[in-house]
């Protein structure tokens, strides 16, 4: 069964450091890989999307890695800001579910002025 | 991105009553579309996949008599929760997308359900 875990699953951080957030999935075989963002109460926005055949995406703050055969995704999120605490979510989509979008259990991170 | 509207946002309706949630894909014909519910402080769990003119394909565990997806253009996607109870209520989600598994999925806004 194709899963998807996300560590920590919280995170307090002071404002103004880098930090990374986890996400790794049970099988390699996968189409594309997406980050969310979640605040509380309100749905998703979509923060980046990797291709399988794609190492990384960067916009802006956020720069997302996936590393396919060690079944890896990192989000990156540099000069982090109190605007930046939310729930974030990782979701794959395998070829053996016919591409359904499996989540992980998500970060919660806070960003303390 | 484009864009998926989801409606009502939010929603209050008592026991025994049913409730019909709609997803739209404004710009895009979405071939394949999701429904998810999260209960509080937990992740998206799909509850079925419903692809243009086709019935469901639901989960292990949800009841497709209960949460009823009819996805009959390649625009409009609804869940009806059939005789709801107050254990239904959550927050579901719709996704949408067009065309191959390996194009992003877009989500709407969310729908807040509860019952009393």
């Not at chain 1, 999307?49 to 890896?72: M, P, V, W």
């Not at chain 2, 049913?18 to 937990?42: G, H, N």
Request: hydrophobic share 35%; net charge neutral.
């Amino acid at each position: 069964k194709q899963e998807v875990t996300q560590i920590p699953a919280a995170l307090s951080v002071p404002e103004g450091e880098n930090l990374v957030l986890n996400c790794s999935f049970t099988d390699s075989a996968i189409y594309n890989l997406q980050w969310f963002r979640q605040d509380p109460g309100k749905g998703l926005t979509s923060l980046l999307l990797i291709q399988s055949s794609q190492r990384e995406q960067t916009s802006g703050r956020l720069n997302a890695s996936l590393d396919k055969s060690s079944g890896r995704s990192t989000l990156y999120i540099a000069a982090s800001q109190p605007g930046d605490s939310a729930t974030y979510l990782c979701a794959v989509s395998f070829y053996n579910q016919g591409g359904k979008l499996i989540f992980g259990q998500g970060t919660e991170l806070s960003v303390k002025p | 991105g484009a864009v998926v509207s989801q409606h009502p946002s939010r929603v209050i309706c008592k026991s025994g009553t049913s409730v019909k949630i709609e997803c739209r894909s404004l710009d895009f014909q979405a071939t394949t579309m999701f429904w998810y519910r999260q209960f509080p402080k937990q992740s998206l769990m799909l509850m079925a996949t419903s692809n243009e003119g086709s019935k469901a394909t639901y989960e292990q565990g949800v009841e497709k008599d209960k949460f009823l997806i009819n996805h009959a253009s390649l625009t409009l996607s609804t869940l009806t929760v059939t005789s709801a109870h107050p254990e239904d209520s959550s927050f579901y989600i719709c996704s949408a997308r067009a065309g191959h598994p390996n194009t992003e999925a877009f989500f709407g806004q969310g729908t807040r359900l509860t019952v009393v």
